[in-house]
């Protein structure tokens, strides 16, 4: 089903998996209204939007901003008639042992990842409300079931962000129409990197497997069609939601031994705030352009199993 008559917002659009998906829809021929700070990466992808033989416009806003994005909703729909779909992904990392990294960045990471998202709700839900259909679509990640050492405010917004979505279908448990969908993607090959604060004293590099931004795109465009509760993307998910309910906290003592153990001989590199404050100067890109991307295949798969498998067994036997 081509989706040339449908009608879509996302926030968070100038870069990574928000740019993948504003293409991804225009390629489907959607009509799209795109938010973000950066005035210059926006127009970018405006411009591959049309390319890709979609319409698109760019709005300029600070998504912490609520009044600012309830002015930005109004204005979309009045540019589009009416939103079918909204997709939140606004998001932002700062990497470091707690206590070593600013409170005052801590904040702005709860505020980038968490408040953002309910300021998108809180302006859209109202026009999905009133035209009695609409879809929600809530980029939260692997993260939001898995705690991540190095990163607990980004952790602390996950969880709030499932438990956010959680309290809203049950809220809308009633209006058929109205669908909030979580998307879960494990690492994604995106700028994300250079837009977070480090402050480990290491360069910060992705793993093995990490995916394509367009194959989150292509799972988020698949929402349209068949809207759905929870979307994991990536094999790992659904390991990490079992390994996690068998033994809690396992997963993450695992990932804090490696993490301080690559933190001692990874290549040294100056602390950063990166674009926590301040959006980057031009269009940051799809994808980080440090690595080649591979999707995960069958050896991960396999080597996933068995430590899943691990996993719970520890966890079995600790309860014993």
């Known amino acids: 089903m081509k989706l040339s008559n449908f009608r879509v917002v996302i926030m968070g659009a100038s870069s990574g998996i928000g740019a993948a998906t504003a293409i991804a829809f225009a390629r489907e021929g959607a009509q799209l209204v795109l938010g973000a700070r950066g005035k210059e990466g926006l127009d970018e992808v405006v411009r591959r939007c049309r390319q890709a033989g979609g319409e698109a416009e760019a709005l300029v806003v600070d998504a912490i901003d609520a009044d600012a994005v309830a002015g930005f909703a109004r204005k979309a729909r009045s540019s589009l008639g009416r939103i079918d779909l909204w997709f939140s992904c606004v998001g932002a990392g700062a990497v470091g042992k707690y206590a070593e990294v600013p409170m005052l960045d801590h904040r702005r990471v709860i505020e980038t990842n968490l408040l953002t998202h309910m300021n998108d709700a809180h302006a859209v839900l109202p026009i999905f409300l009133e035209q009695d259909q609409g879809i929600w679509v809530n980029m939260i990640s692997a993260g939001g079931y898995v705690a991540s050492p190095f990163a607990a405010a980004y952790s602390a917004s996950k969880f709030g962000l499932r438990g956010f979505s959680e309290s809203l279908r049950a809220e809308l448990g009633k209006r058929p129409r109205i669908h909030v969908c979580d998307v879960y993607p494990t690492f994604v090959d995106t700028p994300g990197f250079r837009h977070g604060a480090n402050y480990t004293g290491a360069k910060l590099s992705y793993p093995p497997g990490v ?110």
Do not use: C
């Open 211 to 320: 995916l394509k931004p367009e194959t989150v795109a292509d799972a988020v465009v698949d929402l349209a069609r068949n809207p759905r509760p929870s979307t994991g993307v990536g094999a790992p998910v659904a390991m990490f939601r079992l390994s996690n309910f068998a033994a809690p906290n396992l997963i993450a003592s695992s990932m804090n031994y490696f993490l301080d153990r690559w933190a001692k001989r990874a290549e040294r590199v100056p602390d950063t705030r990166g674009a926590l404050y301040e959006p980057q100067h031009g269009f940051s890109g799809i994808r980080s352009g440090e690595r080649r991307v591979e999707e995960p295949r069958n050896s991960a798969l396999v080597l996933g199993a068995v430590a899943l498998g691990a996993v719970v067994g520890m966890g079995l036997l600790r309860k014993r």
